[in-house]
């Protein structure tokens, strides 16, 4: 892992840290482990009170780093393979301080701390990033590494009053001239950035061999054997206290027809259902062969859009679908194989007659309650126009009676689903409508479309999970 002390123009004067290529400076490293040095964050807490500059802004963005690593059991991940944090104060203070170095001055303060910091973590071989060329020269002099903030790391330059005065009236110019909703669309990826084009690679699945099948479902079948029925208690039972066991009454082991059932019926039968998913799952596999897509919808303008009609529009033999994420079950879901049952554990006999047999799996688990939904409408949400759909379509309808304006982008997800006749392509076209917007807004993009075979042998064995 490679360590690097944090400068506090790094917070100042630098892009967001998630929006920075911390790569660049990992030299092949897996990990890297951001330190904020006390000096830094003396420097930062003292910005953050100097009103509305953006040198305050950054400090207080700074600080909300500085909560995330306080809330966090060890150091705050800024994205896979970046971890930020505070250096240890005592365990620093356990190396003798260098005579010649003024911890009241922040260069020095830092230099300090990773010299400290060097000789508890020898192999770590931590550096400072910096910007500021005192603290360099007081670095070079020690013999600590330190690294200059790239220049495409930095932000754009502060405008000056007059350039700030010049931006304020265009603004106001645009306020002015704007009396009706201005509607943006975009069509975007996971990434969240703006697409002009989409492609989607079809892999088509053959259906497996009978060898195959077997194949699998010997080891599925390994995976989850038959279980071996007892007759006494479960275990857990014995750890609950003398009242607890009082109460549940006497246990009573599984009846002879309970095991017989399990075994002659429950458990063969999971085995053939299994059998035929696996005969299933190449259909199930060729529908996965989708795209997500979400659309972007801003009104930028300055009165809210009334009675706004959202149309989105696929292609011939393309479809529309929920995506996987909503409230139904997800694609995945569907070809999952089934849970093996579970073998009978016996039940208790309350010695309150009237309360009856009590399962042990119901003293396990209780299910919570569910509050109640609220059906009102939002007057500024989006709603289907004609219901949820409820099958795979070529078009939606969603309607809102008020979008309003200036209060950013609604994203709505959709996933596009090829048809079994393999077409070369189509379009994603959306189209926005509303009662004080002249013009309708359009917006569409290309679809292209390509093939190959896939190992469904290999694609299943990948995908299964343990079935519990």
């Known amino acids: 892992m490679k360590t690097i002390f944090l400068d506090t123009n790094v917070f100042l004067h630098c892009r967001d840290l998630k929006d920075l290529p911390w790569e660049e400076l990992s030299e092949g490293e897996d990990a890297l482990s951001l330190l904020v040095p006390r000096a830094t964050q003396r420097e930062i807490d003292n910005f953050k009170g100097q009103g509305s500059t953006r040198r305050s802004k950054r400090a207080k963005i700074a600080s909300e780093y500085f909560n995330k690593i306080l809330n966090s059991p060890q150091m705050y991940c800024i994205y896979e393979g ?15 301080r260098e005579p010649l170095l003024d911890v ?23 550096t400072i990033l910096t910007n500021d060329t005192g603290l360099k020269v007081t670095a070079k002099e020690y013999g600590i590494q330190f690294i200059s903030i790239p220049d495409s790391w930095l932000l754009e330059p502060e405008p000056d ?17 704007s009396s009706r909703p201005l509607i943006e669309l975009t069509f975007q990826t996971d990434n969240k950035k703006p697409i002009s084009s989409l492609s989607i690679k079809y892999i088509e699945y053959p259906p497996l061999s009978e060898a195959q099948i077997e194949d699998i479902l010997k080891r599925v079948v390994e995976t989850n054997p038959m279980e071996e029925v007892g007759s006494e208690p479960p275990q857990k039972s014995n750890s609950l206290h003398v009242y607890q066991r009082l109460a549940l009454g006497t246990y009573r082991p599984p009846s002879k027809e309970e095991i017989r059932k399990y075994t002659e019926t429950l458990y063969p039968g999971w085995v053939e259902e299994v059998r035929k998913k696996l005969i299933e799952i190449p259909t ?24 706004v009609l959202l149309r989105i529009d696929i292609s011939k033999n393309l479809e529309l679908h929920l995506p996987s994420n909503s409230n139904d079950a997800s694609d995945e879901n569907c070809w999952k194989l089934p849970i093996p049952p579970k073998a009978p554990r016996g039940s208790y006999l309350n010695f309150h007659g009237s309360l009856g047999k009590v399962r042990w799996d119901s003293v396990e688990n209780i299910a919570p309650f569910l509050s109640p939904k609220n059906h009102t409408r939002d007057r500024n949400a989006f709603y289907w126009k004609n219901g949820r759909p409820s099958v795979i379509t070529d078009y939606w309808e969603m309607e809102c009676e008020e979008f309003r304006h200036k209060m950013g982008p609604e994203n709505i997800s959709l996933r596009i689903i090829v048809a ?26 290309p679809i292209k479309i390509t093939y190959e075979l896939g190992n469904t042998y290999t694609a299943v064995l990948d995908r299964i999970q343990q079935v519990a």
Do not use: H, W
Request: negative net charge.
């Open 420 to 445: 079994k006749n393999k077409p070369g392509g189509g379009a994603l076209k959306c189209t926005v409508s509303a009662r004080n917007l002249p013009v309708p807004e359009t917006l569409s993009i």
């Open 104 to 126: 009241n001055k922040n260069d020095d303060s830092i230099v300090q701390d990773v010299l400290a910091y060097r000789d508890i973590y020898p192999d770590e071989n931590a």
């Open 161 to 177: 009053e007059n350039t700030k005065k010049i931006r304020e009236l265009e603004e106001k110019i645009k306020t002015l001239e």
């Open 284 to 307: 199930y596999l060729n529908e996965m062969n989708a795209l997500d897509v979400i659309l972007s919808l801003e009104n930028k303008g300055n009165v809210p859009a009334e009675a």
């Open 82 to 96: 970046v971890f930020i944090g505070f250096p240890s104060q005592k365990e620093l203070a356990k190396i003798p």
